[in-house]
């Protein structure tokens, strides 16, 4: 009875039913006996439910009652063939849908992983043969660059790089991925001569293509100003190179920052130079005119960042170069005219030793 009493007096201080004396008396004995004063909160929280569960109650009444007054069949027969339809052109394209979107897909992959783009942005590393094609320029101004002299076809190409010379002879040097899947090669120089080349080894492991001028104009380049280096060159040492990224030789100057290239690849060396596509296959030079490298490629994702194939694997390339596959001797010079000469004065000797390359 007395536990009774106490959940009668609770609901009635709850609800706001009790005298200002009994309302005082209670709240004191809240303050005295925490065993009420909980009491108090549990029995407010289950009125709430209470209070709720009524709510929802009525509410589901009132739904009822709304329901009865719907004619759902009347409903179902109006708004049904609409909807059907959706559904069953829905079911009769979504094949074609879903072919097209996958079309669509292996699209553009394809032409990500063909034109490289894909594999630089997931590797960080850009080969720099360049897309000629790419290029916008008239048939007036390419037959510009191109003498009388020239026997080479006046179409552009499809893929271009740089090459530079090995020998007198007509022995070439370039970047495997420049001439890789090639029908026809040529090169040609600054002074717009164009000579037909051949292929004669490839190292695809060390990214190096020896070329050999099959053109029966040519004659002779004359001796070679500058030397391979044999051994490794230094940190922070300054280099230069020339290439093809546009229709004429372009300098670049710049510091040997690593004795690795990329990802730590000992096979290169990476340079901080300035290089965009159609520099690969450029010789990388010292200050002393020796060839210690051949430009290769560069980072995405570093700016500056430049890579080139050390001089000592294109050595140890030609030592395996079968003696039947080369129609005459190719001698590497020893003697380097370079080492005393001004910036100015090496490039000028250096261009009629570099070339681009055209790949059909």
Known sequence: MKNLELINQIEAYIRGELSQEERVAFEKLRCEDAAVDQLVVEHQEWMNLMAAYGERQRLQ??????????????????????????????????????????????????????SGHLAENLTGYSALRREINNIKRSQSDLAKNITKKSKGPVNPGEFGGTAFALSSNGYMVTNYHVIKDADSLYIQNASGDSYKVKTVYVEPEYDIAVLQ?????????????????????????????????????????????????????????????????????????????????????????????????????????????????????????KKNTLAKLNRTEQIKKMQDYVFMVRVY
């Open 213 to 333: 001028i099959v053109d029966p104009e040519f004659v002779s380049l004359g001796k070679l100003p500058y030397t391979f280096k044999k051994s490794t060159s230094d940190l922070g040492e300054d280099v230069f190179t020339l290439g093809y990224p546009r229709d004429e030789p372009v300098y670049g100057k710049g510091y040997l920052s690593s004795r690795t290239g990329f990802d730590g690849d000992t096979v290169a060396y990476q340079v901080s130079i300035p290089v965009n596509p159609g520099n690969s296959g450029g010789p990388l030079l010292d200050n002393k005119g020796n060839v210690i490298g051949i430009i290769s490629g560069k980072q995405t994702r570093t700016d500056g960042a430049a890579f080139a194939v050390k001089s000592n694997y294109l050595l140890q390339t030609l030592k395996e170069i079968p003696q039947k596959e080369l129609e005459r001797d190719l001698a590497i010079n």
């Open 61 to 114: 009444h009132a739904m009822d009652l709304i329901h009865e007054q719907i004619d759902v069949h009347a409903l179902k027969n109006e708004l049904m063939p609409a909807s059907v339809k959706v559904f069953q052109l829905w079911k009769k394209v979504r094949l074609q849908v879903a072919v097209a979107a996958s079309v669509a897909i292996i699209a553009v992959l394809s032409t990500l992983i063909f």
